[in-house]
Every structure is written in structure tokens, then in C-alpha cells.
């Protein structure tokens, strides 16, 4: 038996003025046949989890590019095609094959194709025939489109945010196609439209228990071979942007249908009460500088690099100044230029900087100061579960007694080990102010005294009831108050 893999991801938020070229792909991770490392990106576990079965259970599995960047604007569409290319060039050159298992983020945007995950998976299609099993692990903040579904037998979604599955998801994916290509099961997805878009973490009611629950069933009953909630991005402005319900069963279509749609009425009656409570700077630093003691996490969860914005805005930051904030860490101030300007002036510098907030409108203004370089780190990276996610050449820097880990690769702020590689004992902090809407939560929570999630300027469209959309569907909850009325009465 002969199965191909491969990975082409990221997310793309279309609003960021950040264009993802094929350095930034190189940046993150971009891995030719065979050179993947042992430990998997996000969207990259398909490949480390098909090694280990390929060797436990003795199928031939070719590896073909994998391909991850950190999410940002549109992709140049060179960039995209390349990829697509050469990844499509290394399946055509492996026929015949049995199975293509694919890892895809599914929020992905390139200059002339709104829907890439769609096209790409079409292409797969028609190289290797219908016949021929193709299916893939996703993001849950994507884009579930008609041209997908047409093109892939099935897709699994990581259920957890922040995103903790993704390697059992992976594991589940492959499951699914083994027992397919031995007989043993024929997948049927199932989909539901919730209408409508919201942000789901599943660290906090109600989202916990919804996901307990469809875990429940797929444990309980065999006829359900997987439940996804596709979460949607609500950055992506394309056509067939939303919350989507996929249940794919064991040839039983009809009742997955029925499935799909009692879950998905479930999670829009349940609609504006899954997201984080939020504050502004200014009670953030408040609440934290009196608190009785740390470390006190403040989340900027809007200028979150995971989400496509820069990671650059000073928002928060300036409040701390102003309230002469100290034992104080922030991570991370995205600024190339400036982390240059430090790596030339040496650790123990002391030099007129100006940083940050050279992104967009919302983001604050830069920041100048005198400050002390006290820590360089070539292709620094951080913890992410079992992975590493890189931030690139990085300075710690002292600002009136405040760090500041300045970062020339765009990430969010995954894990504390981000702190400790710059030299900052995070645990020894009162207040760390991190830049992740939730992902940073499994890492950070452990060691923090409390967590407050901050909405900070303007650098992400984190309002879909007034962003300003243009391809995105308006008769979807909260631009249309109830867009399943007139199916199931009133609401």
C-alpha cells in the first residue's frame, strides 16, 4: 500500500497589510521530501503520525514538501502557486498511489485564488482520480467551502482551542483512512451551516462542554466516525466565511445530517456567549498592578500574530509606562529593524531605540527610550506542546524597568519557555503581558495567578457585526440577528 503526504498551511488574515512570501514559509517551516523534523508544526502532524504507522504497520509512505508559514495578509500568489506546484509535481511522480493524506490549515488566501485549500485539493483530485481516498486534518479557524467538499472524501478538525490536539486529530485522520482503504468503514461527511461566527474557546464554558459531549459520541455510538466544529475565521473576508458542524459517519449520510443539524442549532442558540469577558489597557494594568501577587498574564489578544496581525502595537505597553509599571515582562514586540539596531549595538548596550507600531492604524505609537540591551538570541524559538515555534532572531531589552523581548519572526506567544530562552524567569514576574488570543492558555495557566484578557487598539477586525466586509456573507449571526428563523420559528 501506497500512501502520499504532504502540508501546505496558513492562515490568512485579509485585512493584515503583512504579505507572506515564500520567506516567510522558510521562516516558519519548510521541509522538502523526507526532511520534516521528528516533532510536527501545527498543521504538520499528518506526516509525523503517518511515519509511525507506516513503520509499525509496514505501507510505503512518501513524503512530499511540507510547507508552514505563521499567519499574516494574503499569500503572493507566486509563492502559493510554487508550492502547489511542487507538491502536486512529487504526487504525479509517485502514481500509483492508494491514499492522499493531506495537512491544510483551511483559512488560506492567495492573490487570485479566494479559496486555495479548494483549488489545491481539486488538483490532487484530479491527478490521482476519483477513485482514490484523499482527506486532510484542518484548522477548526477555516473556511469549509463547497469546492473542498467536492474535491476530499473527508476532513477531520482539531476540536481543542487552543489547539492541543492536533497530533491526536492526526491520529484519528489516519484511523480513518486505514480502516477506509481496508473495507472496514465508508465515510459519508455530513455538513450543517450554523449561520453565523463567533470566537470558540474550549479552556472555558460553554464551548468545554460542547466538545466533551461530541467526544461522548463519537466514543458511544459506531456509527460516528468523527464530529468537527469548524470554527470559522472571522479575519477571512471570502464567500463562504462561518461556523460549520461536520459529522462524518460510517456510510450513514442521512443520520449525520440530522446530527449536524441538532449540534448546530445547539452551538447558535448558545450564540455571543462563547468568548473570553474583555478589558480595556486601562483596567488590565490597573487590575494587575494590585493584585496581591503574580504572575498576572495579560493576553493583547487582538494584536495576535496567530491571527495575521503584525504583533508590533504598543497600546498596552504605553499604559504600563505611564503607570510606572516595573517587574514587568512583555512578550513579544514584533520589530526586525529594531532587533538589528540591538544586535549591532551588542548585549550591555545602552542606546536611543524607537520600536514598535509600524504595522497599521490601531496599533499605538512607536516607542522611544533609552534602553539597555541585556540579552541577544539568534533563531530563538519557543515551546508549542510537543513542537518549537521559532521567533527568530530576538533582543531582550530594559525600558524604566520594564522587559521587552523585540522579535524579527512574527509568532504568537505559545509557551513561558518564550521568556526563559531571553532570559527572563517568568514566574519571578508580577505582571507578563503576552500577545495570543488563546493559545498561549495551556502553557500559561499553570503558572499564572490570573489571567485577564485585554482588547487593546485596533489591529484585528474582532467585530464582524461592523467590520467592513466585502466578499463575507451578511445573513449570518451577528450581521443578521437570527438567519434561521423563518426554518425553526422564532428564536
Known amino acids: 500500500m501506497r500512501i502520499f503526504t504532504a502540508t501546505l498551511a496558513t492562515e490568512t488574515n485579509t485585512f ?17 521530501p523526507g526532511k520534516h523534523p521528528e ?15 507506516a513503520a509499525e504497520q509496514g505501507f510505503d509512505l512518501i513524503e512530499g514538501t511540507a510547507a508552514w508559514a505563521d499567519p ?54 484530479d491527478i490521482v482520480g476519483p ?45 480513518i483512512a486505514l480502516d477506509t482503504l481496508a473495507g472496514r468503514v465508508k465515510p459519508a461527511m455530513s455538513v450543517f ?9 474550549t479552556s472555558r464554558e460553554p464551548m468545554r462542554s460542547f466538545v466533551d459531549k461530541i467526544m461522548r459520541m463519537e466514543a458511544a455510538d459506531p456509527d460516528i466516525l468523527s464530529i468537527s466544529v469548524v470554527h470559522g475565521f472571522m479575519a477571512g473576508d471570502v464567500p463562504e466565511m462561518g ?16 446530527l449536524a443539524r441538532e449540534l448546530g442549532l445547539e452551538l447558535f442558540a448558545k450564540r455571543g456567549t462563547f468568548i473570553m469577558p474583555q478589558i480595556n489597557e486601562r483596567e488590565a494594568v490597573s487590575r494587575a498592578l494590585a493584585a496581591a501577587s ?12 496567530g491571527g495575521g496581525t503584525a504583533g508590533d502595537a504598543t497600546v498596552l505597553l504605553a499604559e504600563l509606562l505611564a503607570k510606572g509599571a516595573k517587574d514587568t515582562a512583555v512578550g513579544t514586540i514584533w520589530d526586525p529593524m529594531a532587533v538589528q539596531i540591538c544586535m549591532a549595538a551588542g548585549e550591555g548596550a545602552r542606546i536611543q531605540l524607537r520600536f514598535g507600531a509600524k504595522s497599521a492604524p490601531g496599533t499605538g505609537n512607536p516607542i522611544d527610550g533609552i534602553v539597555k540591551v541585556i540579552r541577544l538570541v539568534r533563531n530563538a524559538q519557543m515551546r508549542f506542546g510537543e513542537s518549537f515555534a521559532p521567533f527568530g532572531d530576538a533582543a531582550h531589552i530594559q525600558l524604566n524597568g520594564i522587559d521587552i523581548i523585540l522579535n524579527s519572526t512574527r509568532a504568537q506567544s505559545f509557551d513561558p519557555s518564550l521568556f526563559s530562552v531571553m532570559g527572563i524567569e517568568p514566574t519571578s514576574r508580577k505582571i507578563l503581558v503576552i500577545k495570543s488570543t488563546n493559545h498561549f492558555y495551556a502553557s500559561f495557566a499553570p503558572i499564572a495567578s490570573e489571567i485577564l484578557y485585554c482588547s487593546a487598539g ?15 456573507p451578511r445573513d449570518i449571526w451577528p450581521m443578521a440577528d437570527n438567519p434561521h428563523e423563518d426554518a425553526q420559528g422564532a428564536a
Not at 498543521?43 to 509525523?48: G, H, L, R, V
Not at 502514481?95 to 491544510?104: K, R, T
Open 72 to 125: 499574516a495578509g494574503l499569500v503572493n500568489r507566486l509563492t502559493y502557486e510554487g508550492l502547489r506546484d511542487e507538491i502536486l509535481d512529487q504526487l504525479h511522480a509517485t502514481l500509483p498511489v492508494d491514499a492522499v493524506v493531506l495537512g491544510l490549515h483551511g483559512a488560506m488566501v492567495a492573490d487570485g485564488y479566494e479559496d486555495t485549500e479548494g483549488d489545491f485539493l481539486t488538483r490532487v483530485r
Open 16 to 32: 493584515s497589510p503583512i504579505c507572506v512570501d515564500r520567506r516567510a514559509f522558510e521562516a516558519s517551516l519548510y521541509a522538502p
Open 243 to 258: 461556523t460549520k458542524m461536520v459529522v462524518l459517519t460510517d456510510g450513514k449520510p442521512d443520520k449525520g445530517a440530522v
Open 131 to 175: 477513485d482514490v481516498l484523499v482527506c486532510a486534518e484542518l484548522d477548526p479557524h477555516s473556511h469549509l467551502t463547497a469546492k473542498r467538499l467536492a474535491a476530499a472524501d473527508f476532513f477531520v478538525y482539531f476540536k481543542e482551542f487552543p489547539h492541543t490536539d492536533f497530533v491526536e486529530r492526526a491520529e484519528d485522520l489516519w484511523r
Open 39 to 53: 516533532t510536527p508544526t501545527l498543521c504538520s502532524a499528518p506526516i509525523t503520525v503517518g511515519r509511525r504507522l
Open 193 to 201: 451551516d450554523c449561520r453565523m461566527i463567533d470566537v470558540y474557546p
Open 458 to 472: 485596533t489591529p484585528y477586525p474582532n467585530n464582524p457585526a461592523r467590520t467592513a466586509y466585502r466578499r463575507a
Open 294 to 305: 503574580g504572575p498576572v498574564v495579560i493576553a493583547d489578544i487582538w494584536d495576535n500574530p
